[in-house]
C-alpha cells in the first residue's frame, strides 16, 4: 500500500512538472525575438516535446489507474461442456522443426474438443511437402488457398468461410502454448456472451543467448504488465493477434480480420469494439514464443508494426469524426494513444538533431532561463524515469534487462519514422515473416540510418568542444551533454548486431 500510494504521489507530481513545463516552454516561444527560420524550429520543437508529454502521460495515466483499481481477475465458469475450438497456425516458409513444436503443443493442449489447422500459405515446394507431413504425423487439418490476399488476416478468414467452431484460437507458428491455456480461456468466454475475445500475454523463450530477444523481450514486459492491463481496465483490451482466443461469432460481425493493414488485430479490435462487441486481458502467461533473434529482424518487425498503426489510426480519425459516440472516451483516449505511438519516431529524431542544429548553426538561438530548465524540465525527466523503472521493477525485472530495452527502441526511431511516412502515404507491402533459426550479423549498410545518426553525432561533440574552448558558451556545453547522451545510446547499435551471444 505503500508503495502504491508513493507511485500515485508520483504521477501527480509528474503531471504538474509536465504542465508547467509545457506552458514555461510555449510562452518563451511566443515571446521570443527572433527570426521566422527560427520561430518554426522552436514551434516544431515544443510540438515534438508537448507528444512525447502526452504519450508519457498516457502510460503513467495507467499506471495511476491500476494503483487505484488493480485488474480483476476475468469471471469464469465451470466448464461442463466444451465448445468447439479452431486453432489456427498460419505458416509460410517457416522451419519444419518449428512448425512441428507448435502443432506439438497444440495438440497437448488439455482440451478436449479441438481441432488444429495448419494453415500454409506457403510458395516454395519444399516448405508445403514439410507441412503436409506435419500434418499427417499429428492428424490435423492442412487448409491451402489458391488466390492469395491479405497476408496473414487473408488466409485466416479463407480458413473461417469452412469452420463451425464456436471459438478460435491464432498462434504464430514459433509459439508453444502451454496445457492449460485453452480451458482457462474458453471458460471465460462462456462466462460473457459479449466477450469477443480473451488476449493473454507472450514471452519468448530465446532470452539466454540472444541480446536482441531479450531487449525485445522487455519491450513485451512494459507492454504485457502494464499497458494490456490499463487498457482493460478502460473497457479497451486491443487484439495482439496471436495468444488470443476469439468468438467465431464476433469476427463474423465485422467481417472477419481487417485485410486493409499489416496490423489486423489492432485494426480488427477496433471494429469489434465500435460493434459494441468487449474484450478483456487475462493476464496470466499461457504462451511462450521466440523473439527476433538479430537486429534485421527486429527492425523488420518494428517497420511493419509502425506502417500498420498508423494506418489504424487514420481508421480512428474517421471514425471519431463520423461517429463520436461509437466508443466511450476512455476508449477513444487509449485507441488515439496507441495508434499515434509509432509517430514518437519522428518526435524524437526531431530532438536528436535539435542540439546537433545548435552547435553547427546556432538555430535556435533562444533557450530557457537555465534556472526555469532545472526547476521545471529536470523533475519531470527524474520523476518519469524513476516512475518508468520503478513501474516494471515492481514486476520483478531487472534494471540492466529493461535498460536494454529501452536502447533497441531508440535504435527503433529511423524505423518507425520510415514506417509512419510510409503508412501516411497508404502505401502497403506484404506481410514479412519474422526470420527464425539463430541470429547473424546484419550488414551495417542495413542499418545507415542508425550509423548516420552515430557518426553526426560524434562529429557535433567534437565540433562543440571545440567551440567551447573559445566562447565558453553555456547554451554550447547544454546541447552537447545532450549529444553526448544521444551518441551513448546509439552505439549500443554494435552491441546488438552480433551472433549468438550470452547474455
Not at 511493419?304 to 463520436?324: E, Q
Not at 542540439?355 to 526555469?372: H, K, T
Request: glycine residues 6%; aromatic residues 16%.
Amino acid at each position: 500500500q505503500k508503495k502504491s500510494s508513493l507511485v500515485q504521489i508520483s504521477v501527480i507530481l509528474l503531471l504538474i512538472c509536465a504542465i508547467v513545463y509545457v506552458l514555461l516552454r510555449a510562452v518563451l516561444i511566443a515571446m521570443a525575438d527572433c527570426s521566422t527560420v527560427e520561430k518554426i524550429f522552436g514551434v516544431m520543437f515544443f510540438m515534438a516535446e508537448f507528444y512525447v508529454v502526452i504519450h508519457a502521460f498516457g502510460f503513467f495515466f495507467g499506471v495511476y489507474r491500476l494503483n487505484l483499481k488493480k485488474l480483476s481477475e476475468p469471471r469464469q465458469v465451470e466448464l461442463k461442456e466444451f465448445p468447439e475450438v479452431a486453432i489456427l497456425i498460419p505458416a509460410r516458409h517457416e522451419p519444419a522443426e518449428v512448425l512441428e513444436n507448435t502443432v506439438l503443443s497444440c495438440y497437448n493442449l488439455s482440451y478436449p474438443c479441438k481441432k488444429i489447422y495448419i494453415l500454409d500459405d506457403s510458395s516454395i515446394e519444399t516448405y508445403k511437402k514439410e507441412a503436409e507431413e506435419i500434418a499427417n504425423k499429428y492428424n490435423c487439418e492442412l487448409f491451402r488457398r489458391q488466390d492469395r490476399h491479405g497476408a496473414k488476416a487473408g488466409v485466416i478468414n479463407d480458413c473461417m468461410k469452412n469452420l463451425t467452431a464456436k471459438y478460435i484460437a491464432v498462434f504464430d507458428v514459433d509459439q508453444n502454448p502451454m496445457g492449460g491455456f485453452l480451458m482457462n480461456t474458453v471458460s471465460i468466454l462462456e462466462a460473457n456472451e459479449k466477450l469477443a475475445l480473451v488476449q493473454t500475454p507472450q514471452y519468448y523463450s530465446n532470452l539466454s543467448h540472444n541480446k536482441v530477444a531479450m531487449g525485445a523481450n522487455m519491450q513485451q514486459a512494459a507492454f504485457y504488465e502494464t499497458v494490456c492491463e490499463a487498457k482493460s481496465n478502460n473497457d479497451a483490451m486491443m487484439c495482439c493477434g496471436i495468444t488470443v482466443v476469439l468468438r467465431k461469432a464476433a469476427l463474423d460481425d465485422v467481417g472477419g480480420f481487417d485485410e486493409t493493414t499489416v496490423t489486423e488485430d489492432f485494426a480488427t479490435a477496433f471494429l469489434l469494439h465500435t460493434k459494441g462487441w468487449e474484450t478483456v486481458y487475462y493476464n496470466h502467461v499461457g504462451t511462450f514464443g521466440l523473439g527476433p533473434e538479430d537486429i534485421g529482424a527486429y527492425l523488420a518487425q518494428q517497420h511493419r508494426w509502425a506502417m500498420g498503426n498508423i494506418a489504424v489510426l487514420k481508421k480512428v480519425i474517421k471514425r471519431a469524426l463520423l461517429n463520436p459516440r461509437a466508443l466511450s472516451g476512455l476508449q477513444w483516449w487509449e485507441y488515439f494513444i496507441t495508434s499515434s505511438y509509432y509517430l514518437v519516431g519522428w518526435a524524437f529524431l526531431f530532438l536528436i538533431f535539435c542540439p546537433v542544429l545548435y552547435i553547427f548553426f546556432d538555430i535556435p538561438s533562444f533557450f530557457m532561463n537555465p534556472v526555469i530548465y532545472v526547476f521545471s524540465f529536470v523533475p519531470y525527466m527524474i520523476l518519469s524515469s524513476y516512475l518508468f523503472y520503478f513501474t516494471i521493477h515492481r514486476r520483478n525485472y531487472r534494471i540492466k534487462d529493461i535498460f536494454k530495452g529501452q536502447l533497441l527502441f531508440f535504435l527503433s526511431l529511423p524505423t518507425y519514422a520510415r514506417g509512419v511516412f510510409l503508412g501516411l502515404l497508404g502505401i502497403k507491402r506484404g506481410f514479412d515473416v519474422t526470420a527464425k533459426g539463430g541470429s547473424k550479423r546484419v550488414s551495417y549498410f542495413k542499418l545507415l540510418p542508425q550509423l548516420s545518426l552515430w557518426a553526426v553525432s560524434l562529429i557535433a561533440i567534437t565540433w562543440a568542444l571545440n567551440r567551447f574552448m573559445y566562447d565558453h558558451s553555456p547554451a554550447v556545453m547544454v546541447n552537447v551533454i545532450w549529444v553526448m547522451y544521444h551518441f551513448i545510446l546509439l552505439s549500443s547499435v554494435f552491441y546488438f548486431n552480433e551472433e549468438w551471444q550470452n547474455v
